[in-house]
């Protein structure tokens, strides 16, 4: 039987948490490994996971360093063949959608991630849910399944996107590696989506950064001009169509160091080329994730 390792990310949300993790337990067949990664919270969280979810490794990070840095810590201190990433106010809405996902995966090998069908709290759906499974370019990062071995093959989630638009990327790279990503509309997670911690303008300015930071990791050299000044455009057009704001100012005055972010990435990307060629992929473990003054209580 194939074991799975499930990682939740969370910050400043005890009582939505105490919900992801109920309905998580109530998955049958029970989840092998269930680890929360607290990114800092100073509300009380600990206390509750210690208190009310004993079977739960629990972690709190020393200091709060994004939702990215906490799954790539949730990552490399699991053990389960499937990686399952819910965000803390999320959950399936049927007990075996879980088993459900990672019976599809069993049965398709070529598979790396699949994309859970998403409802919000006002009623929109991702995808038709009577849908067939279909190839997908990225998954929604509140509720998708990882299987370990390709992503460990192509690495973590780039850091210094902070706290989103991972997703996007790590899909280029495992598509790129010839995996397939499908998204499974018949199986449901609903994401509270509530307002507690969610900072528009953050996830504004964040978007657009991350956006333009993975057209310079990833796209092909000779489209690489068109496609960032088509992504700079885009961005701005759709920020600005809600109105201006500072943050916008905020992304022009950090063009150097996205382009920087993203030309590095992209060096060191074309550096792995030559040992890759003749040799197996290996998994990549990176000890600055498993900070000896990071407090494990499981």
């Not at 490994?33 to 629990?58: C, H, K, N, Q, W």
């Not at 499937?82 to 075996?96: G, I, K, M």
């Not at 638009?165 to 018949?186: F, S, T």
Request: include cysteine.
């Amino acid at each position: 039987m194939p074991s799975v390792s499930a990682v939740i990310a969370t910050f400043n949300r005890a009582p939505e948490l105490r919900t992801a993790l109920s309905r998580l337990l109530a998955q049958t067949p029970p989840v092998a490994e269930i680890l929360g990664v607290d990114d800092g919270s100073p509300d009380g969280t600990d206390a509750m996971v210690r208190g009310e979810f004993p079977t739960v490794r629990y972690v709190r990070l020393p200091h709060n360093a994004g939702l990215i840095y906490a799954r790539n810590f949730g990552f490399v201190n699991t053990a389960g063949d499937y990686v399952l990433s819910v965000d803390d106010d999320s959950w399936f809405a049927e007990p075996d959608g879980l088993a459900r996902a990672v019976a599809y995966m069993e049965t398709h090998a070529d598979v790396a991630a699949v994309a859970c069908n998403i409802e919000t709290r006002d009623g929109l759906v991702y995808f038709p849910q009577q849908a067939d499974p279909f190839d997908a370019p990225w998954y929604v990062g509140c509720g998708h399944l990882l299987r370990r071995s390709a992503v460990a093959a192509t690495g973590l989630y780039m850091p210094e996107l902070y706290r989103q638009g991972g997703g996007k990327d790590r899909c280029l790279r495992l598509i790129g590696a010839g995996h397939r990503v499908v998204a499974l509309p018949g199986i449901m997670v609903y994401p509270d989506k509530g307002e507690k911690g969610r900072k528009p303008g953050l996830e504004r300015f964040y978007n657009h950064r991350n956006d333009l930071i993975r057209e310079g990791a990833r796209c092909p050299a000779g489209l690489l001009p068109w496609r960032f000044a088509r992504s700079w455009i885009g961005n701005s057009w759709k920020n600005l169509r809600h109105g201006p704001q500072l943050t916008d100012l905020k992304v022009l005055l950090a063009l150097p160091e996205i382009l920087l972010i993203g030309l590095q990435s992209r060096a060191h990307a074309l550096s792995l080329i030559p040992l890759l060629v003749d040799r197996p992929a290996r998994p990549w473990r990176s000890v600055a994730y498993c900070a000896p003054s990071t407090r494990d209580t499981g």
